[in-house]
T-cell receptor, first 112, second 114 residues
Framework: KNEVEQSPQNLTAQEGEFITINCSYS?????LHWLQQHPGGGIVSLFM???GKKKHGRLIATINIQEKHSSLHITASHPRDSAVYIC??????????????FGKGTKLSVKP | DAGVTQSPTHLIKTRGQQVTLRCSPK?????VSWYQQALGQGPQFIFQ???????QRGNFPDRFSGHQFPNYSSELNVNALLLGDSALYLC?????????????FGPGTRLTVL
């Protein structure tokens, strides 16, 4: 079992729809990261959170430390949101504070 | 302010060859981490450099080695290339002791081994 699990693996939505991507993890962490990866490879950090909720524009990230679960929401989705969204966790276990452990990503496609 | 830069963008090598990838961290950052991302998978941690030393290492063989220079830039070297080394190699920089280990990623180097 992977230490970071994401669902769904693939997601197709119509423009304007509300989107939720889920992430569960099985290790202790100091922070959880949501990242966006466009075709071609470059990764952009969207959020880093250790508790509660963060909002940036149409993106909202929440985390429940007790349940070891986080969600990424996109409101009023747009075709330019099409990308792979990756959940990653860092710190707090086995001395491996220096690295991130990644989920496999959720490929989102938003149709006009 | 330039972000994290990597070179080259793409690289094609044959089995058995050696390759060197380069990374310059974001201004003000002093740690560099390297990740390997196979097609359709999430990135896997290779190692992290800080103060010119390898501080942590993931589950990668000794064929993978690195270096960090006094200006914080870093190199990833892979010897005796295998077909399975074909992947996107990502570099990320951060600040040592930065809470939560926020990292900024470069655009990656796509390595193809034939």
């Amino acid at each position: 079992k992977n230490e970071v699990e994401q669902s769904p693996q693939n997601l197709t939505a119509q423009e304007g729809e509300f989107i939720t991507i889920n992430c569960s993890y099985s290790v202790g962490i100091s922070a959880l990261h949501w990242l966006q990866q466009h075709p071609g490879g470059g990764i952009v950090s969207l959020f880093m959170l250790s508790s509660g909720k963060k909002k940036h524009g149409r993106l909202i990230a929440t985390i429940n430390i007790q349940e070891k679960h986080s969600s990424l929401h996109i409101t009023a989705s747009h075709p330019r949101d099409s990308a792979v969204y990756i959940c990653a966790v860092s710190g707090g276990y086995g001395g491996s504070q220096g690295n991130l452990i990644f989920g496999k990503g959720t490929k989102l496609s938003v149709k006009p | 302010d330039a972000g994290v830069t990597q070179s080259p963008t793409h690289l094609i090598k044959t089995r058995g060859q050696q390759v060197t990838l380069r990374c310059s961290p974001k201004s003000g950052h002093d740690t560099v981490s390297w990740y390997q991302q196979a097609l359709g998978q999430g990135p896997q941690f290779i190692f992290q450099y800080y103060e010119e030393e390898e501080r942590q290492r993931g589950n990668f063989p000794d064929r993978f080695s690195g270096h960090q220079f006094p200006n914080y830039s870093s190199e990833l070297n892979v010897n005796a290339l295998l077909l399975g080394d074909s992947a996107l190699y990502l570099c990320a920089s951060g600040i040592a002791g930065g809470g939560g280990n926020e990292q900024f990623f470069g655009p990656g180097t796509r390595l193809t081994v034939l």
